[in-house]
């Protein structure tokens, strides 16, 4: 742990005091307009850094099924969650979440 407080690495969710973290507002992806037609469905999945307010710093992709469509709908999505404040050893803490979003016609 003490890589995380010396170097400012953001801890893993499993690694917090408080954990699970709650989501405290979500966004819902919106559905791509072009798969409509097609109806395909979808799964992106989210590495989130989530600072110590709570809010997200960062997000990346790590694996979409189905097209890369709903991994912008999936980011613009999560960008715009806000989550409980992550403590460890009594300090708050930024971490990383991970998140799954599914998608349906």
């Given amino acids: ?8 690495k953001p801890a893993l969710e499993y690694q917090l005091d408080n954990k699970p973290v709650k989501r ?4 819902q992806p ?5 798969y409509r037609a097609s109806r ?5 999945f989210v ?3 989530v600072d110590v307010n709570g809010k997200v710093e960062s ?3 790590l694996k979409v099924v ?5 991994a912008k709908s999936a980011l613009e999505a999560v960008r715009g969650f806000e989550y ?17 979003f599914e998608f349906q016609p």
């Fill in 1 to 8: 742990f003490a890589d995380i407080f010396s170097l400012k």
């Fill in 24 to 27: 405290i507002k979500v966004v």
């Fill in 30 to 34: 919106e559905y791509p307009a072009s």
């Fill in 40 to 44: 395909r469905p979808g799964t992106v």
């Fill in 47 to 49: 590495r989130v850094v």
């Fill in 59 to 61: 997000a990346n992709i």
């Fill in 66 to 70: 189905g097209g890369d469509e709903f």
């Fill in 84 to 100: 409980s404040a992550g403590v460890l050893r009594g300090r708050t803490v930024k971490y990383i979440k991970n998140e799954r």
